[in-house]
């Protein structure tokens, strides 16, 4: 089931979503952008970052969209993300997207070794997602939820992590030779994504 050209846009204007809310939530964790209220501040920032991953999680299932679509006819109507994640992972076990770090080895031609660490892994983005979805919620005074939301990390450098997977990340393809190497932020300022193989690429985005 390949992935075709309209799947690829698809991918495409997801991470340019990514990284136009990457910017916003930038501006917002830096202090350069406020409301004035520093408790709305740190519920816009977490919109941000739920719809950021979001977007991953969409931008997945475009990669796998013909087989998700065999196994979820529905799945225009789906929304949340972690049960897009789940059920890609049950279709495809190796979806997550592969965090890379370019180098250039002759003209015209780069090489991509997986980065080693730094970068938001599936574990890191079930635990965003969940705790970012808290703090959109109303705090119930009479629940045993905790009124203060713990996120391990500043939000700064969970944006960081998110970047460093997707400045340059592959998606292996299910029974294909071929992977998507995916660039979020090109020259030109938008995404791009390339069908390569080891030993061409086809571009498209």
Request: net charge neutral; charged share 25%; with cysteine.
């Amino acid at each position: 089931m390949p992935t075709t050209d309209s799947d690829k846009i698809a991918y495409c204007r997801c991470m340019d979503d990514v990284r136009r809310r990457l910017g916003v939530l930038a501006s917002l964790t830096g202090g350069r952008v406020s409301v004035g209220d520093e408790s709305a501040d740190a519920e816009i920032a977490c919109l941000q970052v739920r719809k950021i991953l979001e977007q991953i999680a969409f931008a997945s299932l475009a990669a796998s969209r013909e087989l998700y679509a065999t196994a979820r006819p529905k799945f225009m109507y789906e929304w949340r993300a972690t049960q897009i994640l789940n059920q890609l992972a049950t279709l495809h076990a190796d979806f997550y997207p592969k965090a890379v770090v370019p180098s250039k080895v002759g003209a015209n031609r780069w090489h991509f070794d997986l980065r080693a660490d730094g970068f938001l892994t599936e574990q890191d983005f079930v635990f965003l997602y969940d705790t970012s979805s808290d703090v959109l919620h109303a705090w119930n005074p009479f629940g045993k939820r905790p009124a203060v939301v713990g996120f391990q990390r500043p939000l700064a450098e969970w944006a960081a992590r998110i970047e460093s997977l997707l400045s340059f990340h592959l998606i292996r393809l299910l029974d294909q030779p071929d992977v998507l190497l995916v660039q979020l932020n090109g020259d030109d300022g938008k995404a791009h994504v390339l069908t390569a193989s080891p030993l061409s690429g086809r571009g498209h985005g």
